[in-house]
């Protein structure tokens, strides 16, 4: 069979995971790279060695060569970008969250139904090594029933900027940007029940605090700290059809000693931790056991997570079989995240 030829569109930050995994990956050949930014997309050609550079996104779809694309641009162009390329036949995978609201994820659910073409959701969390190790666990009963999840994705200080603090192309802050990886994360790890309600709030009293000196952190490509319309911190409980419940809170800037990322899960035979570092909690003999997964890496292993995740889209692809995210559990998530920002605005529980 041969290589799939590969467009990425999008060469900003994340781009590069994107485009070092399919380097790595015999069974994929890098075609074209496309950016509104020209000089932007002309490096990593160079750097890649992609023959093809475009500024419009379009011009690329219409080339036959190519057979998938990644979409590693901003939110508010994901479901536009997805929607062409899968009626332009191409395979796509598309960067987290899937797009900003549920209607547009529902259009792109639409568009690869009527396509068959796959689409793949880059909840590049479930792809780390220790992850789908836990989840094997899992499904093997050795938590017995997961009825309770606890995450945290606190930044002390990482409002990125440019389009990531401007709610019309981004669609949020925290929320959608780091809270939608750890929200999926247990939500996967929890079997994918089915979400019924949300209570949630929502704040903004610190702004992007670009003010603050000596401390470095994650800046968009484009980094522009003048416009900031999204909120610094949510917290949310979702509550699922079967009686599990998810207790999240997440944020861009908070007066919080220091950043963490903290994600347990808790079953009626056991529990688990996978970050910051991978743990197992069990009772044995009336005894209580903690018990610690000997794997290459404690905690979340970035290189690996999305080498998995690249290498599972093209296989997917060419073997026909549908990925471990698909669109359907885009939708979802989108349901749950549009459902933290309804109910913090109207101040009460909302019902998916
Ligand atoms: N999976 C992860 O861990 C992870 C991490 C960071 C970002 N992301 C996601 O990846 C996406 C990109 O984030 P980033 O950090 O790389 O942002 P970025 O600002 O660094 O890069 C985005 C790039 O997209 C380009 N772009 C925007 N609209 C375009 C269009 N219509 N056509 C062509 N190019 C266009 C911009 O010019 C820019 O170069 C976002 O959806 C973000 O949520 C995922």
Redesign the pocket.
């Known amino acids: 069979m041969p290589a799939l030829k590969i467009g990425v569109?999008?060469?900003?930050?994340?781009?590069s995971?994107h485009l070092q995994s399919y380097d790595k990956n015999p069974d994929a050949r890098l075609v074209a790279v496309?950016?509104?930014?020209e000089e932007?997309?002309g490096s990593a050609a160079g750097k890649y060695g992609a023959e093809l550079v475009?500024?419009?996104?379009r011009e690329l779809l219409a080339n036959p060569d190519i057979d998938a694309v990644s979409?590693?641009?901003?939110?508010?162009?994901?479901a536009?970008?997805a929607i062409a390329a899968l009626e332009a036949g191409k395979h796509v995978l598309?960067?987290?969250?899937l797009c900003r609201t549920v209607e547009e994820a529902l259009r792109v659910q639409e568009a690869v139904r009527s396509t068959g073409r796959t689409l793949q959701v880059?909840?590049?969390?479930r792809y780390d090594p220790n992850a789908q190790l836990l989840r094997a666990f899992a499904d093997r009963g050795e938590f017995g029933e997961i009825y309770y999840a606890k995450a945290s994705s606190i930044r002390r200080l990482g409002n990125?900027g440019?389009?990531?603090s401007d709610i019309e192309?981004?669609g949020g802050g925290p929320l959608?940007?780091?809270g939608?990886?750890v929200i999926d994360l247990c939500w996967y790890m929890m079997g994918l029940p089915k979400p019924v309600s949300v209570s949630a709030n929502t704040y903004r009293k610190l702004g992007n605090r670009s003010n603050v000196r000596n401390l470095s952190f994650?800046?968009?490509?484009?980094y522009n700290a003048d416009l900031n319309t999204v909120e610094d911190m949510a917290n949310a409980l979702i509550r699922f059809e079967n009686g599990a419940s998810l207790l999240v809170d997440v944020s861009f800037t908070l007066h919080a000693k220091e950043d963490l990322t903290s994600v347990k899960l808790y079953g009626d035979k056991g529990g688990f931790e996978i970050d910051p570092e991978v743990a197992i909690v069990t009772e044995k003999h009336d005894t209580i056991l903690n018990v610690k997964p000997q794997t290459d890496h404690k905690g979340f292993d970035?290189n690996a997570a999305?080498q998995a995740?690249i290498d599972h889209f093209v296989s997917s692809v060419r073997n026909g079989t549908k990925p471990i995210s698909p669109v359907e559990d885009g939708v979802e998530i989108m349901k749950i995240l549009c459902g933290v920002y309804e109910s913090a605005a109207l101040g009460a529980e909302v019902r998916l």
Request: with cysteine.
């Open positions: 569109i999008g060469t900003g930050s994340i781009s995971m496309c950016d509104l930014n932007r997309a475009y500024t419009d996104y979409i590693c641009t901003w939110n508010n162009t994901h536009e970008i598309v960067e987290k969250p880059g909840f590049v969390r990125p440019g389009w990531f192309r981004s959608i940007d780091i939608v990886h994650y800046k968009a490509a484009d970035f999305f995740e």
